[in-house]
């Protein structure tokens, strides 16, 4: 079996179109790098920076991811590759000039092409699901180089809130299974202990217990922010019960760096949207396109 990995096989792809013919052609994304580096009237062509996204998209919606703006008929193989949150690939390709599509671990029907690969080889995904989380790339092999647009994709779902008092006194507040994690605060301030319990689909409950001990409160509220949406529950305290909170150590919040499992990139912003490489290719790329059996002999 061959080993799957993000963009393979550009290099004797792009090495095989390099002729005489098609060399002539002109890139659209070429010209538009032409055109936007005028100076008086001397032109020069500057290759943008590598271009990738963050995209937050709701759970149980459509996302819809789209390759670099170039002229299809330009484009020689188009493909798609994904890097899911469990470490699995999946790899779409499309090469233009037998009309072929090959797919190489791609199980999941949820995520296929927009249309036709030849008149649109954007992705979607519907509907989007937290196994989804991942590192989407899409790179368009041309005459005139490799271009290519990564995604990370980071799935919202909302928690479910809910906050009540217990039988020794104390309110407590929970924000169960969302993602990312919620924060929650507290009116009036008490003495809090807050926990978080994370779960294997990327979700994270978030549950603080609070009391006001030596204080007669009727009436506390929580408060739960999240990227979906914020939220604020009240509570009217039963009277006669004098809370008592046992103080746990600590669990201590760790900032995810949410791009680890996929890849590492550095953002940088560019007008020109997408990267053009016509020499600098690793090693890497060449196995995946002669595993799916779109190599040019």
């Known amino acids: 079996m061959p080993t799957h990995c993000v963009l393979c096989g550009w290099g ?26 005028m100076d008086g009237e001397q032109s020069s062509l500057v290759a943008p920076a590598e271009v990738n996204t963050s995209l937050s998209v709701p759970v149980d919606t459509k996302a819809v991811l789209h390759c670099p703006p170039i002229l299809s008929t330009e484009v020689v193989v188009t493909t798609w590759a994904i890097i899911f949150r469990d470490k699995s690939s999946c790899t779409r390709a499309y090469r233009r000039d037998n009309n072929e599509t090959k ?31 991942g590192y989407y790339t899409c790179e368009m092999v041309t005459p005139d ?30 924000a169960a299974v969302g993602k990312p ?19 294997d ?15 007669r409160v009727p009436y506390v509220s929580c408060s739960i922010s999240h990227v979906t949406g914020n939220k604020s529950l009240s509570l009217a305290m039963g009277p006669g019960i004098k809370c008592k909170l046992k103080k746990t150590e600590a669990t201590p919040v760790v900032e995810e760096d949410e791009m680890q499992p996929y890849a590492s990139y550095t953002e940088k912003n560019n007008p020109l949207y997408d990267t053009v490489n016509k020499v600098k290719i690793s090693q890497v790329l060449q196995s995946e396109v002669d595993g799916l059996g779109l190599g040019i002999s």
């Open 12 to 37: 004797v792809l792009a090495q095989a179109y390099d002729s005489d013919d098609l060399g002539k052609e002109t890139s659209g994304a070429q010209t538009l790098l032409n055109n936007s580096h």
């Open 103 to 133: 797919d190489s671990n791609c199980m999941d029907t949820r995520i296929t092409w927009v249309s036709r690969p030849d008149q649109n080889p954007a992705l979607q995904i519907d509907p989007v699901a937290t196994m989804h989380d």
């Open 145 to 174: 180089g490799n271009f290519h647009h990564g995604y990370y994709l980071q799935v919202l779902v909302p928690p479910e809130v809910t906050l009540f008092q217990s039988g020794n006194g104390t309110a407590v507040c929970k």
């Open 181 to 199: 994690a919620a924060q929650i605060s507290w009116t009036p301030e008490g003495t809090c202990d807050t926990k978080q319990e994370h779960w």
């Open 201 to 215: 689909n990327g979700t994270v409950t978030v549950q603080s217990t609070c009391c006001w001990e030596g204080h």
